[in-house]
């Protein structure tokens, strides 16, 4: 934390037990890990352009993940607290647009794959 900061904002995204009335036994997650950071990065270097942010972090998970479990983390430092909820809001709806992670959600009578661009 830089002593400059007056607002850190944290997006941490979860695996829910339910998607469209329908009970989550668990979430699979698989990327194009070189592509996906890479694309990850731009983002960063894009909300770093935008808004006056210090310090930005982005993390994604892949596998299998249990309900309750994180997948996505991201944090944002800015001098105020606008620029730190706009930039960290940016990344987490840029991220699920544009980053080649594919989810598959697994229910009591059977899987599907999420579309990976909403």
């Known amino acids: 934390m830089l002593p400059e900061s007056g607002g ?4 941490i995204g979860t ?3 339910a998607t469209k009335g329908k009970t989550v036994l668990r979430l699979e997650f698989e990327a194009y890990e070189k592509m996906a950071i ?3 990065e731009k983002i960063a270097a894009q909300a770093l352009a935008k808004w006056p942010v210090q310090k930005l972090l982005i993390h994604h998970r892949t596998g299998i993940l249990a309900v ?3 997948p996505v983390v991201i944090a944002v430092s800015a ?3 606008d620029a730190a909820f706009e930039a960290c ?3 987490i709806d840029t991220l699920k647009q544009t980053v080649p992670i594919w989810k598959k959600e697994f229910f009591e009578d ?9």
């Open 110 to 118: 059977g899987e599907v794959w999420v579309a990976a661009h909403p």
């Open 15 to 17: 695996v829910r037990n």
């Open 68 to 70: 309750g479990e994180v």
């Open 8 to 11: 850190i904002d944290v997006f």
């Open 38 to 40: 890479a694309e990850m």
């Open 89 to 91: 809001r940016y990344v």
């Open 79 to 81: 001098a105020h607290r």
